[in-house]
């Protein structure tokens, strides 16, 4: 009976949220981002466990180097932020090459190698989801990782958006297969990788804090020779963007794989941390980032003895 509940509700969700979308839709994007910041705000406010674990976040990552005011601020910012990224997405696909400009003001384009396929890492920062599609307006194939969601009404509502300018969608379970094929064809891959993840990962520090971060990007860059960047889209306080694009991070090799491993993610979890704390209000607090992994840490272990 638990279970049928809990697959009532989540088709409910499910449906409201495309509802929502719909609606955000045929509004103005202006209204949209007042109708976002007034769902964040709300969220902020009445959800506890959406302020709880972004002020928890905040002082992991700060200590006591934040007032408690100004850790409450960037925490309600986050919330804030979340919301307006949920509205503006039904606006996705009105994203063409003839009008991002005005939206969107594009810095560093010249770091992308128009001859070699190669990694977009990014992070849960602005406007995370009209990322990829601004790069394939910029003349580029691009494919993007994402975890499905586990509503299949909304799962394919919003796959269905963010392929709808020609993005490709690739399943992070099982996924990675096609995404070497879309490589060597010559496609950018682009990867959020500022969550925490459950396997196939390496411990980094991320804002001078322990953690894990996904392996996947550097393995593949080192394995195939492809050039990586790192790509963020920050709001600027008209509510218009900036994406930046970083040069590409250095690959160079000391012999030792595992180790070259660990120091290319953790330049590219730098970079990150860098733009978070440039606009720490647009980031998601609202995700464990620094989760306790007692599997990782165990295979970590056995890994770093057996080379001992």
Same mark, same amino acid.
């Given at each position: 009976?638990?279970?049928?509940?809990?697959?009532?509700?989540?088709?409910?969700?499910?449906?409201?949220?495309?509802?929502?979308? /719909?609606?955000?839709?045929?509004?103005?994007?202006?209204?949209?981002?007042?109708?976002? /910041?007034?769902?964040?705000?709300?969220?902020?406010?009445?959800?506890?466990?959406? *302020?709880?674990? &972004?002020?928890?976040?905040? @002082?992991?990552?700060?200590?006591?180097?934040?007032?408690?005011?100004?850790?409450?601020?960037?925490?309600?910012? &986050?919330?804030?932020?979340?919301?307006? !990224?949920?509205?503006?997405?039904?606006?996705?696909?009105?994203?063409?090459?003839?009008?991002?400009?005005?939206?969107?003001?594009?810095?560093?384009?010249?770091?992308?190698? $128009?001859?070699?396929?190669?990694?977009?890492? +990014?992070?849960?920062?602005?406007?995370? =989801?009209?990322?990829?599609?601004?790069?394939?307006?910029?003349?580029?194939?691009?494919?993007?990782?994402?975890?499905?969601?586990?509503?299949?009404?909304?799962?394919?509502?919003?796959?269905?958006? @963010?392929?709808? $300018?020609?993005?490709?969608?690739?399943?992070?379970?099982?996924? +990675?297969?096609?995404?070497?094929?879309?490589?060597? =064809?010559?496609?950018? &891959?682009?990867?959020?990788?500022?969550?925490?993840?459950?396997?196939?990962?390496?411990? !980094?520090?991320?804002?001078? /804090?322990?953690?894990?971060?996904?392996?996947?990007?550097?393995?593949?860059?080192?394995?195939?020779?492809?050039?990586?960047?790192?790509?963020?889209?920050?709001?600027?306080?008209? +509510?218009?963007?900036?994406?930046?694009?970083?040069?590409?991070?250095?690959?160079?090799?000391?012999?030792?794989? $595992?180790?070259?491993?660990?120091?290319?993610?953790? $330049?590219?979890?730098?970079?990150?941390?860098? =733009?978070?704390?440039?606009?720490?209000?647009?980031?998601?607090?609202?995700?464990? *980032?620094?989760?306790? *992994?007692?599997?990782?840490?165990?295979?970590?272990?056995?890994?770093?003895?057996?080379?001992?």
């Amino acid at each position: 009976m638990a279970r049928q509940r809990n697959a009532f509700i989540q088709n409910l969700v499910a449906h409201i949220s495309i509802a929502f979308c /719909r609606g955000m839709g045929v509004l103005p994007l202006p209204v949209c981002r007042a109708v976002g /910041r007034g769902i964040g705000i709300f969220m902020y406010a009445c959800v506890p466990r959406v *302020r709880s674990v &972004a002020l928890d976040n905040v @002082r992991k990552a700060y200590g006591d180097s934040l007032s408690e005011s100004e850790a409450r601020d960037i925490a309600r910012g &986050a919330a804030i932020n979340v919301g307006i !990224v949920a509205a503006e997405f039904a606006h996705l696909p009105r994203l063409t090459p003839e009008n991002i400009a005005r939206w969107i003001t594009v810095e560093g384009a010249e770091n992308f190698n $128009r001859e070699l396929p190669g990694f977009i890492i +990014g992070a849960h920062l602005g406007n995370w =989801e009209w990322m990829a599609t601004v790069i394939k307006n910029l003349g580029f194939n691009v494919a993007e990782v994402v975890r499905p969601l586990d509503a299949p009404a909304l799962n394919a509502y919003v796959d269905r958006i @963010r392929q709808s $300018r020609g993005v490709r969608t690739i399943d992070k379970t099982g996924g +990675g297969q096609e995404m070497l094929r879309l490589l060597k =064809e010559g496609w950018i &891959a682009g990867v959020l990788a500022d969550q925490s993840p459950r396997e196939s990962a390496v411990p !980094v520090t991320f804002f001078g /804090r322990p953690c894990w971060a996904t392996i996947g990007p550097a393995m593949v860059a080192l394995r195939q020779k492809m050039p990586m960047v790192v790509v963020t889209m920050t709001r600027k306080p008209d +509510g218009n963007y900036v994406l930046r694009i970083s040069p590409p991070i250095s690959l160079e090799r000391s012999g030792d794989f $595992r180790a070259d491993l660990v120091t290319i993610t953790q $330049r590219c979890q730098d970079i990150l941390e860098q =733009e978070i704390r440039a606009h720490p209000e647009q980031w998601l607090w609202l995700h464990r *980032r620094w989760k306790s *992994r007692p599997r990782l840490e165990q295979e970590w272990s056995k890994k770093k003895s057996a080379e001992a």
